[in-house]
Structure formats: structure tokens, C-alpha cells
């Protein structure tokens, strides 16, 4: 039974603002390590950053009025054949996330079911 949808879009020169303004602070602030260093290998990171940032805020609209969710409690990792999920830190969803992922050079875009 699915019970939370989420989906979120962000242009990728937003983020790259962000980068340009607050640097590491700001990726520390809301990526974990992992995302990190995979955006890092990326030759265009921003939109790989993007991707993770608008997963992060679908599976925050999915949860609804959770205000216990912060951003680094979400990490968005690749399986081995680069399907994208959400492991969560301290929590339970009593249930499966599940999210799908993509951008182009402007936009990232990302949706989540939560399942129970």
C-alpha cells in the first residue's frame, strides 16, 4: 500500500549558487560523506548534487509533516546496476522507499513512493 508520494525539481544553476556561495559548509550541511564523494567523481557534480537534493526533499514530501527528518538522516546511494535508493539513518519506515532520479544540463528532478 503506498502511503506518502513525493516529487521535486530544482534547476541545477541554483545549486551550483549554493556551491559557488558556501562551498564545503554547505555540502557538509546537507550531504552526507557517500553522496559526496560520488557527486565528486562526476564530471559535472552540481547536477549530480541537484539530483540527491531533490531526491532528499521528495522523500520529505512523501513522509508529510515529519519534522524529525533532516537532511543528512538521508543518504541516496546507486546499487550496483545505478538504480538509486534512500537509506535512512536512525528509522524505520515500516516499509520500502523507493525513488527514481534524473537531470539534464538545467533541471534535476525526483520522485519518491514510500510503501508499507
Known amino acids: ?7 521535486d525539481i530544482i534547476e541545477i544553476e541554483r545549486l551550483q549558487k549554493a556551491l559557488d556561495r558556501w562551498g564545503e559548509d554547505f555540502l557538509k ?22 539530483a540527491r537534493f531533490a531526491a532528499k526533499e521528495a ?3 512523501a513522509f508529510g ?3 524529525t527528518l533532516g537532511w543528512k538522516d538521508m543518504t541516496i546511494l546507486n546499487d550496483e546496476n545505478g538504480k538509486p535508493y534512500c537509506q535512512l539513518k536512525n528509522r524505520d519506515p515500516k516499509g ?3 525513488i527514481s532520479i ?15
Open 96 to 98: 520500502e522507499i523507493l
Open 65 to 67: 509533516d515529519d519534522k
Open 29 to 50: 550541511h546537507i550531504f552526507n560523506e557517500e553522496e559526496i564523494a560520488y557527486a565528486k567523481n562526476k564530471k559535472f557534480p552540481a547536477q549530480h548534487y541537484a
Open 1 to 7: 500500500m503506498i502511503t506518502g508520494t513525493g516529487i
Open 59 to 61: 522523500i520529505y514530501k
Open 102 to 116: 534524473s537531470h539534464t544540463k538545467n533541471y534535476a528532478v525526483a520522485s519518491a513512493i514510500i510503501t508499507s
